[in-house]
């Protein structure tokens, strides 16, 4: 039987968002950001269980109470130095625990992408279920891109054909994702997808829409607030 299980790596800092708090423990509408991914992947009815990957002293999860979706919920505080390190951590630690199998799908999904929407991972899955390799969600990219040296000087513009900016979540199967994040190693990889294409693979893109953005900077925040704020009142 084909099983479903997502992977939300929580372990960063959020440098870029001037806040001494993580970012994926910043309120937004009432509840810390990362509950808005859990909550969305918790009412998939196909999700076994949600891995939440922590850094190891991680001190803001405890101030939350998280038992509403206590029957999903497995925190594992494995986090590493990046991203990539802490999916590979959770996935490891899953494993040890004889919680997950190779064949088991994995969607890995930022804990600020907090506006990800039940149609659009109830797509991802739909259109992956079968697949060979796995995918991710993904918007093509519509503006003009130029492409700059140090100085901020446009050197030309890049042409945006074919062209997608990542999202997630990104699913692969336990087996391909786990080899590809080892293979990966000292690679710069900033999401799964490009571990495996690291392999040679050629994961699938699922079209998305820019509202599953992700939360990087201040100004991000009013936006998610909005959107979600939106959704709750219709
Ligand atoms: O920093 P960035 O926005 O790219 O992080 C994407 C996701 O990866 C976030 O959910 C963040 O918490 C997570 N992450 C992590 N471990 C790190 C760095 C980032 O789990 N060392």
Partial sequence: MTRFFTLIPAAGS???????????????????????????LYHNKLITSIFVVLAPDDCNWIKHDWSQFSDKLIVLNCGGTTRAESVLNGLTIAKQ???VDNNDWILVHDAARPCLTTAQLDGLISELTHDEVGGLLAVPVSDTLKRSNIRNLVMHTEPRENLWQAQTPQMFRYELLFKALQNAGKLHITDDASAI???????????SDAYNFKVTYPKDLALAELIIHQRNNP
């Fill in 14 to 40: 959020g440098s870029r968002m001037d806040s001494e708090l993580p970012k994926q423990y910043l309120l937004l509408n009432d509840n810390p950001m990362i509950y808005h991914s859990i909550n969305t």
């Fill in 197 to 207: 294409e690291a392999l040679g693979l050629h994961p699938k893109l699922i079209l």
């Fill in 97 to 99: 625990r004889n919680l």
